[in-house]
């Protein structure tokens, strides 16, 4: 999923606490008084490339898991997730609604997938237009076309990790993994 995404968003897209951690697991010092950019400027001088990038899949992966875990829940909800019935496997047209103390969060979800092997999926929130994520409010239409059978997860060519997809089998169809 993260493979063909630039190294430099993908390091830019880090959280400030995430890079002060990585630099203080290898007694790095230096970085605690450093701004953002300044601080992914800092870990690249002070990392080589292989241990960024490795650092970068653990927490892609550890965002993935965590969203998917809310996702799951939301996408039980019709008044948090509403998919387009015209939707079906090419694609999916969707709008997700979650009420906040201040007002109400809403975005606009697509999926298009015109070949076999690859998916365009978009969501207007800051996570997925900036920072390229996956994002949660994707991922919750993502669970609710899976537990309608729009689709199977075998047939989804989009963003997906082991983890996330044993949260999926076992909180939305109730399932053990197939052994692999
Ligand atoms: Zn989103």
Redesign the pocket.
Known sequence: MAAEMPFELRLSRLTVNSLRNLCDAHNVQGASSLLKNELVEFVKKSFDKKTLEDFCRAQEEIYFVENMAKAIKWSASRKIVSVDPDSDYTIVNAI?TLRRSDGYEV?N?RFVNQTTEDVATS???V??REKGYF????MSVLVRCLAEGMFTLDQWAGPMTPEAEDLILANVFRKKRKPR
């Open positions: 997700f975005y979800i969501c207007e929130c996570d997925s994002c949660s409010h994707q």
